[in-house]
């Protein structure tokens, strides 16, 4: 990402006009607002990583924005700039969360450093939010199963994250394709640059290629700065494609040249860049019937398919429902603040016996509904859609007195494989690091030691 620009505030039009000039030639973005009105507009539409902001202004003081700059944006870092005679305000503005002050008049020199060190406060921050969204995100993208099904399809990704070819996952929509490509970058070389996710069934023609290539200032209407591409952020990581089908064909093409040189030039640009990503893609689509119908390039089919890799639909590893149902009972009562105590057994009996169309996704938002309509802590199969509850009481009788080897575990049998495997998933994307692993949970190496020795988990054993 390029750096955040920054926001000049001063009732003084010269000076705002002769500083942003000055900074713009020493490499700054700079926006100005001659108020603090519109200082405050300005920073509810944009993120800004400085702002300065004159102390003494009219209708709104320099102390009165501040706490509106860092009630909009706590992470910019304020600067006040003040006369001799108000030196007290601007120490007093810095107890209340302003970065530094400066005296008028400034010193070009001292501002421009200044800035500079308030900017690398700002990216610290910054670095530290990504790594903590990083790190809860990874907490809960892992892949649950302990069907055979499952289980194979977690080796092969953990093999084939170890070569850089590319990779074409396919397989129904909500069976978790790009849970499994994070598994391959995870299990890479490159897992410690970023995965970058495109799906391409969400944007227009034009949208993709900006959000692909980048665009220089300038290059189009409202292009105000410069827009970083998923291309050049994916540069020594991974770039996951998600519905590839749903690419154009001149899009195609585009990406083809990329994928062949491996260089591109942003939107309203000259300069070559060079970006080395290892490339995943995605599709719920027949891409051979695509490209015999002409819809889908066979220069690019061949290309993005090096290694296949086929997701099994929920239906055919039915014994991993209670798995998945208690990782997504946790996932959502944390985000809730909830506490679930108690699942009623024949609320897993109709989860099983359901086909599950929309596979893992679908089984996902029935959770979360359950948990959402939960009130004292019991799940239950009243809170269902009417087609997964009203399965008759025959099919639930029959599955409970015939069909004994697909009958789902106990709540706490089911809690106990579930965090198991979430242990396993863990400690397998982390190369076996304790103390990486423990952080993400949460909990203090002892703790997962002691919960590894609970459940008999060894390097060995699980064969990661």
């Given at each position: 990402m390029g750096a955040r620009p920054i926001l000049l505030v001063d009732d003084d039009i010269q000076i705002l006009k002769v500083?942003?000039?000055i900074l713009q030639l020493n490499g700054f973005d700079v926006s100005t607002a001659s108020n603090a009105f519109d200082a405050v507009e300005a920073v509810s539409r944009e993120k800004f990583s400085v702002a300065i902001c004159d102390i003494i202004m009219p209708k709104m003081s320099g102390m009165e924005l501040l706490n509106e700059i860092k009630a909009l944006s706590r992470d910019t870092e304020v600067i006040m700039l003040t006369a001799e005679g108000s030196i007290s305000g601007a120490v007093e503005a810095v107890k209340h969360g302003a970065y530094s002050y400066l005296v008028k008049p400034v010193e070009i020199d001292e501002l421009i450093g200044s800035i500079r060190k308030a900017e690398e406060v700002y990216n610290l921050k910054d670095e530290n939010r990504a790594l903590r969204m990083n790190i809860e995100e990874n907490k809960w993208n892992i892949f649950i199963g302990q069907s055979e099904k499952a289980k194979l399809i977690k080796e092969q990704a953990q093999i084939i994250g170890k070569s850089d070819s590319s990779v074409l996952i396919s397989g129904e929509s909500g069976t978790g394709k790009e849970v499994i490509a994070n598994?391959?970058?995870?299990?890479?070389?490159?897992?410690?640059?970023?995965?970058?996710?495109?799906?391409?069934?969400?944007?227009?023609?034009?949208?993709?290629?900006?959000?692909?290539?980048?665009?220089?200032?300038?290059?189009?209407?409202?292009?105000?700065?410069t827009h970083i591409g998923r291309f050049e952020r994916a540069d020594g990581g991974t770039l996951f494609f998600d519905?590839?089908?749903?690419?154009?064909?001149?899009?195609?093409?585009?990406?083809?040249?990329?994928?062949?040189?491996?260089?591109?030039?942003?939107?309203?640009?000259?300069?070559?860049?060079?970006?080395?990503f290892r490339l995943i893609t995605a599709t719920n689509r027949d891409l051979k019937e695509e490209v015999r119908k002409g819809n889908f390039r066979e220069d690019l089919y061949y290309r993005i398919n090096i290694i296949p890799l086929e997701m099994p639909p929920l239906r055919e590893r039915k014994e991993d429902i209670p798995?998945?149902?208690?990782?997504?009972?946790?996932?959502?009562?944390?985000?809730?603040?909830?506490?679930?105590?108690?699942?009623?057994?024949?609320?897993?009996?109709?989860?099983?016996?359901?086909?599950?169309?929309?596979?893992?996704?679908?089984?996902?938002?029935?959770?979360?509904?359950?948990?959402?309509?939960?009130?004292?802590g019991i799940l239950n199969k009243g809170n269902l859609p009417p087609e997964i509850k009203n399965l008759?009481?025959?099919?639930?009788?029959?599955?409970?007195?015939?069909?004994?080897?697909?009958?789902?575990?106990?709540?706490?049998?089911?809690?106990?494989?579930?965090?198991?495997?979430?242990?396993?998933?863990?400690?397998?994307?982390?190369?076996?690091?304790?103390?990486?692993?423990?952080?993400?949970?949460?909990?203090?190496?002892?703790?997962?030691y002691q919960k590894m020795n609970k459940y008999n988990i060894m390097r060995d054993k699980a064969g990661r």
């Open positions: 500083y942003k000039k598994l391959i970058h995870m299990s890479s070389p490159r897992s410690a640059e970023n995965f970058v996710c495109v799906n391409c069934g969400i944007f227009n023609e034009n949208l993709i290629e900006t959000e692909l290539f980048g665009s220089e200032k300038g290059a189009y209407t409202g292009a105000d700065k519905e590839i089908g749903e690419l154009s064909l001149n899009m195609q093409v585009k990406l083809l040249r990329v994928l062949q040189e491996k260089t591109f030039e942003r939107v309203g640009g000259e300069r070559t860049i060079s970006s080395d798995l998945l149902f208690h990782y997504f009972v946790s996932k959502f009562s944390a985000d809730m603040n909830k506490s679930i105590k108690h699942v009623n057994e024949d609320l897993l009996i109709a989860l099983r016996k359901y086909d599950w169309p929309g596979n893992v996704r679908e089984l996902r938002n029935i959770t979360e509904r359950l948990v959402v309509l939960s009130l004292d008759s009481e025959d099919d639930v009788l029959e599955n409970m007195q015939t069909d004994d080897e697909s009958m789902p575990e106990s709540y706490m049998e089911s809690k106990n494989k579930f965090e198991m495997e979430y242990i396993l998933g863990l400690l397998a994307q982390h190369d076996w690091n304790i103390a990486a692993t423990a952080r993400i949970m949460g909990i203090s190496r002892k703790t997962l």
